[in-house]
């Protein structure tokens, strides 16, 4: 029997814009070394917003989004245009105001789910995902932080085929990354970036400190 779905609001730490998801409950969680996540959030606390940790903790919520709060107070940003590194196609929504993260679309996600970064933000949803892997720690070295302790997968990088077909052969990483199944309720997460005006390009340095 499947369970029932409960609504959840993401909202920004000031409360200016937000969004309720028809499904609240997060599908996976992975641990992002990434270079492009920490300069993303780093951006955003020198914005005003929320310092981050060492290695980002991410969650991929499904992209079902039934009521928009503040759409005069998001803006999507992308750290690059045409990035041959994947990750730098990634656009993340701000509050223009305190520079929370809404959420993040990247082309992989199929529209079936999004990303969320739920220090960034207050994600009132169902988080009980527990970690799935650790991904892009090619990026991540000691001087940044702790290293890894959890007993999950771990992933360098995707650039080679075994590793990503071994990522993609974790059910609920295959599941979640999937063209969807079921019909949308409300608008998916690159539609409402649509909807807000497009994206602008940061022009940012590859790998440069914020």
Same mark, same amino acid.
């Given at each position: 029997?499947?369970?029932?779905?409960?609504?959840?609001?993401?909202?920004?730490?000031?409360?200016?814009?937000?969004?309720?998801?028809?499904?609240?409950?997060?599908?996976?969680?992975?641990?992002?070394?990434?270079?492009?996540?920490?300069?993303?959030?780093?951006?955003?606390?020198?914005?005003? /917003?929320?310092? @981050?940790? +060492? *290695?980002?903790?991410?969650?991929? #919520?499904?992209?079902?989004?039934?009521?928009?709060?503040?759409?005069?107070?998001?803006?999507?940003?992308?750290?690059?245009?045409?990035?041959?590194?994947?990750?730098?196609?990634?656009?993340?929504?701000?509050?223009?105001?305190?520079?929370?993260?809404?959420?993040?679309?990247?082309?992989?996600?199929?529209?079936?789910?999004?990303?969320?970064?739920?220090?960034?933000?207050?994600?009132? /949803?169902?988080? @009980?995902? +527990? *970690?799935?892997?650790?991904?892009? #720690?090619?990026?991540?070295?000691?001087?940044?932080?702790?290293?890894?302790?959890?007993?999950?997968?771990?992933?360098?990088?995707?650039?080679?085929?075994?590793?990503?077909?071994?990522?993609?052969?974790?059910?609920?990483?295959?599941?979640?990354?999937?063209?969807?199944?079921?019909?949308?309720?409300?608008?998916?997460?690159?539609?409402?970036?649509?909807?807000?005006?497009?994206?602008?390009?940061?022009?940012?340095?590859?790998?440069?400190?914020?």
């Amino acid at each position: 029997m499947d369970t029932p779905k409960v609504p959840a609001e993401i909202n920004c730490k000031c409360g200016k814009c937000g969004i309720t998801l028809a499904d609240g409950k997060a599908k996976h969680q992975f641990k992002c070394g990434c270079q492009d996540c920490r300069q993303a959030l780093n951006w955003g606390y020198a914005k005003g /917003g929320v310092k @981050s940790d +060492p *290695l980002a903790k991410v969650y991929y #919520m499904p992209s079902d989004i039934i009521d928009v709060r503040g759409k005069e107070f998001m803006q999507s940003f992308q750290l690059r245009k045409d990035d041959p590194d994947l990750l730098g196609m990634s656009r993340r929504i701000y509050c223009t105001e305190c520079y929370s993260i809404i959420g993040v679309d990247h082309p992989a996600y199929e529209d079936n789910v999004f990303l969320n970064f739920p220090k960034h933000c207050e994600n009132k /949803g169902d988080l @009980s995902a +527990p *970690l799935t892997a650790y991904v892009m #720690m090619i990026d991540y070295t000691e001087e940044i932080g702790p290293m890894p302790t959890e007993d999950v997968p771990l992933f360098t990088t995707l650039r080679f085929q075994q590793e990503e077909d071994r990522l993609f052969g974790i059910p609920v990483v295959a599941e979640s990354f999937s063209p969807r199944e079921v019909p949308l309720e409300g608008i998916t997460f690159s539609t409402l970036i649509n909807e807000i005006g497009g994206t602008e390009i940061l022009d940012l340095e590859e790998g440069a400190a914020i």
